[in-house]
């Protein structure tokens, strides 16, 4: 599962950090009472999500720091289902960062690391770092998951899509190391793009490249076929629907001979009833927010969760 979880911030200043406006004498008026709400709104969608078997995955952005992570985990409506999670420490100006929850059960943890964004060119530029995070499952199969929050397209999208094919091509470069060590890489590779499934940063992502003995090394990008089909993607930007939020997955994934691969035409955008509000604005409906403009409704976030089905099969010894 990936979920854009939209400003989960405590109540505490972090120093060095644009979180004013999240504070309890700030502009919004941040208190425990709406943050624990917004806590529990969101264990809530995290359950609802796996239905009777909440996600052995989830990856998050927009989340402030390593509190929130202990208190999503720890003290909110989720604490039954013993999440452990990894987070990264980002230079972006507000202090949000992206993270992995995970289930030890599930996902043996080995190791992580981040992959640190930078923008030569425009050296003061700060954005959220790439989380990688490598662990076995249940097939005996070395799982690598990346978890992203490209830049913004703050400025417009001819000005700010460089950054975007920037970071993409540092998370490119470090797919393409794992197939380089891994006989059979098994990546999976989900976020916040901030661009569509066809834009340019999502296509050099895609484009089917070979190693030194010729064979490919390619991401497949589960979200390509819902951009075109579905009415529905998982954030609205005034009438239109985008599909920001997407999952890329490595040839290997993509076999269903292997004991480990995705379930076909599983990519599916969460659409639960209770994560809608009437969009009386633009028509039909919109996410329910935790604010709406200065508005404080109570919601969950301003984009919907994305989920996928990965299957295992396991031999018995």
């Known amino acids: ?4 979880v939209e400003n989960l911030f ?29 806590l529990n709104n969101l264990a809530k969608v995290i359950t609802s999500v ?3 078997d909440t996600p052995a995955l989830i990856g998050l952005c927009e989340v ?8 999503l985990t720890k003290h909110s409506l989720l604490k ?30 080995l190791y992580h690391n981040e992959i640190v964004v930078t923008f030569p060119e425009r050296p003061r530029s700060k954005t959220r770092n790439i989380l990688h995070a490598t662990g076995i499952v249940s097939t005996g199969d070395t799982l690598d998951v990346f978890v992203c929050h490209f830049p913004s397209r703050r400025g417009g999208q001819t000005q700010s899509e460089p950054n975007r094919l920037r970071v993409a091509s540092l998370l490119r470069a470090a797919t393409d190391s794992l197939h380089a060590v ?26 089917l490249r070979t190693n030194k003995a010729g064979e490919p090394l390619h991401l497949h990008n589960l979200w390509l076929p819902l951009e075109r089909t579905s009415k529905i993607g998982s954030y609205k930007f005034g009438k239109q629907w985008n599909f920001l939020d997407q ?20 990519a599916t955008i969460f659409q639960a009833d209770f994560l809608f509000t009437e969009d009386k604005t633009h028509g039909g409906v919109r996410p329910k927010k935790t604010f709406h403009g200065r508005k404080y409704e109570a919601g969950y ?17």
């Open 10 to 38: 405590d109540t505490l200043d972090e120093e060095h950090k644009s979180d004013n406006e999240f504070l309890p004498d700030g502009a919004r008026r941040w208190n425990n009472s709406k943050y624990y709400s917004k």
């Open 1 to 4: 599962m990936f979920y854009n």
């Open 50 to 52: 796996g239905e009777w």
């Open 182 to 207: 891994r006989k059979h890489a098994h990546i999976l590779v989900m976020g916040d793009f901030n661009d569509e499934p066809s834009d340019k940063s999502m296509q050099s992502l895609t484009r």
């Open 64 to 71: 402030e720091n390593d509190r929130t992570m202990q208190d």
């Open 247 to 266: 999952m890329f997955v490595s040839d290997k994934l993509m076999n269903q001979t292997h004991p480990l691969h995705v379930k076909p035409q599983s």
């Open 301 to 317: 976030s301003d984009h919907l969760p994305i989920f996928v089905d990965l299957e295992l099969k396991i031999t018995k010894k």
């Open 80 to 109: 039954q289902m013993k999440y452990q999670y990894l987070i990264t420490e980002s230079p972006d100006v507000r202090g949000i960062d992206v993270a992995l929850l995970y289930q030890r059960d599930r996902f043996k943890y």
